[in-house]
């Protein structure tokens, strides 16, 4: 009996422990919240949790998932929408306030620019420049185009400091097509590697536009510099878009020198030939342990410049078959180009915004089904940008693919429409982003991409029925709909449809802490041999010398 009732004793101080210490973890749902948001159909990715709740948020953080009551100061009325992560786009050219609205009606909270990114020397200006004025979080890589073009063409007019300045940098071809000497391939990875103590989120590579003038060499010791740190590389593979021989042996590229050093990578926008093999070796990889994962913008078309290497006749029409008159169309004016007025266009405007159809509409499908993909939706600037701000209303926005407005809401009226599971698609907007790049360190992304408590209160809102993408190729700033209520960082910045005033800020930097010890070992030619190679040593019959 005295045992049983010890026995008792022990049981209830155990039980009594477990609830004092749920309790304390979780928040009190008797205390008001800055804002709660009530009997919305709650999304978790990562745990696969799926009902109805009610959220409180407390400084920015989702303190309480709960079935109880719960008041606020402000109230949000979620009834038949889903809660969802807010969305991650992790592959963004244009983080430009003009188009900030359009992003935020997408239900976007994280934008980042990881094919491409921003000149290593001047990562940390990029950062400040956007410090309080931008209602998104922000994010860059450090640029390898910008760099080659920094050392390859002496370009040194920095406006933007990342993407943006492409416009300029690519009227030269020097930073695509010279093979760099040792000297120049050394201080190449220089200026990368001051972007990476600076705080920038992994290398950005598009060897796609750079064929002739990167070797192997030079992406291998990119990724062994980028592994350094524990980063990822972004990569425009090499090969993309091509068949889907040239697009297969393009990642492998990246995957076999991932495996070698035990580096993150990323598949930018492998929505092209050969995409099924592409994605099969990524969910091997991962299976092995290897943080590598890929990104698609769910449109058969692409985006990109007129002088863009791969719209050259030689690959664009003798390789791989194309006809310009069906399948280059000029942004602005919705024209098709041949041959010769291409031609003519180069010599006035090289870097001339065009529309390239590349893939049959069935393939989007495909894309939308394959688990752990993410979306990136590859947002282009609008030229001309001169004079656009904030407040500029939508029909007076110069056209840009489609993608730039409406890739995220696209995703899930399209997936939907195709009977995806909308957890496959709540995943693929924001925690296929989240997860990887958290895994390799960034703390900004351990913290986003999911519905839970402690978690940062990035959350978008969204109609599952009336969710729906309304930009067109002819239209491509038409914003999406269907997205009442977004939050980034426990701040309201899309209410009742309508974007918050540009006095409403609440976007934090995603990024490293800068680092003042650099991690680059230059390439020398004789380390290398003593390390590889068998260095002849003489022998005296009894041992080596």
Request: net charge negative; proline share 6%; aromatic share 8%.
């Amino acid at each position: 009996m005295k045992k049983s009732l010890l026995t008792l004793f022990i049981s209830a101080l155990f039980f009594s422990s477990c609830n004092e210490t749920s309790t304390e973890k979780g928040a009190d749902p008797n205390q008001e919240f800055d804002i709660v948001i009530l009997n919305g159909r709650v999304m978790d990715p990562e745990t696969n949790f799926d009902g109805i709740r009610n959220v409180g948020i407390k400084d920015g953080i989702i303190s309480l998932i709960t079935e109880d009551e719960i008041k606020g100061k402000e109230t949000i009325d979620a009834t038949g929408q889903v809660v969802a992560p807010g969305f991650i786009d992790g592959h963004q050219h244009c983080i430009e306030p003009y188009m900030y609205n359009l992003m935020l009606r997408d239900g976007r909270t994280t934008i980042m620019d990881l094919e491409v990114g921003a000149y290593g020397p001047k990562l940390d200006e990029w950062y400040k420049r956007h410090e309080g004025n931008t209602p998104l979080n922000y994010g860059v890589a450090v640029a390898h185009e910008l760099a080659r073009a920094a050392v390859l063409d002496g370009f040194n007019e920095w406006e933007f400091l990342y993407t943006m300045d492409a416009l300029k940098t690519r009227v030269k071809d020097g930073w695509s097509k010279t093979r760099p000497n040792l000297e120049q391939g050394n201080e190449i990875l220089a200026q990368i590697d001051e972007g990476l103590r600076q705080g920038g989120i992994g290398i950005g590579s598009t060897v796609g536009y750079m064929r002739e003038g990167v070797s192997t060499r030079e992406i291998y010791e990119l990724q062994k510099l980028a592994g350094a740190y524990g980063r990822q590389i972004g990569m425009h593979f090499r090969g993309t878009p091509g068949d889907d021989v040239a697009e297969v042996n393009g990642i492998q590229e990246m995957l076999a020198n991932a495996a070698a050093l035990g580096a993150p990578a990323i598949a930018i926008h492998f929505n092209n030939p050969g995409y099924n093999l592409v994605h099969e070796l990524l969910v091997k990889m991962r299976e092995r342990g290897f943080n590598v994962w890929g990104e698609i913008y769910p449109y058969a078309a692409g985006s990109t410049a007129l002088n863009a290497v791969f719209l050259e006749p030689d690959v664009w029409i003798k390789s791989l078959g194309n006809k310009y008159e069906e399948t280059v169309q000029d942004v602005a004016t919705g024209e098709w180009y041949t041959q010769e007025s291409r031609e003519e266009m180069l010599k006035k405007e090289p870097t001339r915004a065009v529309i390239v159809y590349k893939m049959p509409k069935e393939a989007i499908v495909d894309w939308l089904k394959m688990p752990g993909v993410a979306i990136g939706s590859d947002g282009m600037p609008l030229i001309p940008f001169t004079g656009l701000t904030r407040n500029t209303p939508y029909e007076d926005l110069p056209n840009v693919h489609p993608r730039s407005s409406g890739a995220f809401a696209k995703t899930l009226r399209f997936g939907q429409d195709n009977n995806i599971p909308l957890m496959q698609l709540v995943s693929m907007t924001s925690y296929n982003y989240a997860k990887p790049l958290g895994d390799m360190g960034l703390k900004a992304m351990q913290v986003r991409g999911r519905m839970q408590e402690g978690m940062v209160a990035d959350i978008t809102i969204f109609s599952p029925e009336n969710v729906k993408d309304n930009a067109t190729y002819e239209k491509g700033t038409t914003p999406s709909t269907g997205i009442p209520y977004v939050l980034v960082n426990g701040v309201i910045v899309v209410k009742d449809s309508k974007v918050m005033p540009d006095t409403v800020n609440p976007g934090q930097p995603i990024r490293f802490e800068p680092v003042a010890e650099s991690k680059r070992v230059p390439i020398d030619v004789e380390g290398w041999q003593k390390e590889f190679y068998a260095v002849p040593r003489e022998f005296d019959g009894v041992g080596l010398k």
